[in-house]
Nanobody, 114 residues
Framework: VQLQASGGGLVQPGGSLRLSCTASGRVAGINRMGWYRQAPGTQRELVATIDTGGSTNYADSVKGRLTISRDNAKSTVYLQMTSLKPEDTAVYYC?????????WGKGTRVTVSS
């Protein structure tokens, strides 16, 4: 499974961004996709996940501001980010769970700053 993410960038506080991640390869076995992030000096943390049936899970810190969605036909997961805060600044990594194995994209940087 290969993951290609895009959509990061610089945005002002209160602004919006949308991240996209498309899976290729053995996509039929992917049962869950999601986003994690890692800020400088911290460990990678969960942002949101979505399974094949559409069930979602969010970190408390992003509930109500970030929305994950998925297009199964395109093997693509999206992260719509609104009301962004400086503490959302991080490298965002796309994740796909293929049976019991985790695959990761290279990461896309999001910087929230005025």
């Amino acid at each position: 499974v290969q993951l290609q993410a895009s959509g990061g960038g610089l945005v002002q506080p209160g602004g919006s961004l949308r991240l996209s991640c498309t899976a290729s390869g053995r996509v039929a076995g992917i049962n869950r996709m999601g986003w994690y992030r890692q800020a400088p000096g911290t460990q990678r943390e969960l942002v949101a996940t979505i399974d094949t049936g559409g069930s979602t899970n969010y970190a408390d810190s992003v509930k109500g501001r970030l929305t994950i969605s998925r297009d199964n036909a395109k093997s693509t997961v999206y992260l719509q980010m609104t009301s962004l805060k400086p503490e959302d600044t991080a490298v965002y990594y796309c994740n796909a769970r293929y049976f019991a194995m985790d695959f990761w994209g290279k990461g896309t940087r999001v910087t929230v700053s005025s």
